[in-house]
Nanobody
Framework: QVQLMESGGGLVQPGGSLRLSCAAS????????MGWYRQAPGKSREMVAA???????NYLASVKGRFTVSRDNARNTTALQMNNLKPEDSGVYYC????????????WGQGTLVTVSE
């Protein structure tokens, strides 16, 4: 019954920046990994960044040095700071949480559209 909501997408010029946020609501016991995925039209969904409860991070190679993922365990949120954006970064971005309780499940947000274009 946990739901995720992304925000912060929009239209930005190449070289610009956006900050995406994702907040969880509902009955939450524990949140393990938090991740960000993206999907461009006609392409498969790919993992962009992930962060563990201990703040270890993992990034898609093409975004290293440009994107930074963070989390706030007290607020049950994650953020993806995206700098020096490129047209190939365009797509729908989704957050994903691994949530543990009576059962462990993956929960996805609805997605937020990022368009990098002149």
């Amino acid at each position: 019954q946990v739901q995720l909501m992304e925000s912060g997408g929009g239209l930005v010029q190449p070289g610009g920046s956006l900050r995406l946020s994702c907040a969880a609501s509902g009955t939450i016991f524990r949140i393990y990994a938090m991740g960000w995925y993206r999907q461009a039209p006609g392409k498969s969904r790919e993992m962009v960044a992930a962060i563990t409860p201990g703040f270890n991070t993992n990034y898609l190679a093409s975004v290293k040095g440009r994107f930074t993922v963070s989390r706030d365990n007290a607020r049950n949120t994650t953020a993806l700071q995206m700098n020096n954006l490129k047209p190939e970064d365009s797509g729908v971005y989704y957050c994903n949480f691994h949530i543990g309780g009576a059962r462990v499940e993956e929960v996805w947000g609805q997605g937020t559209l990022v368009t990098v274009s002149e």
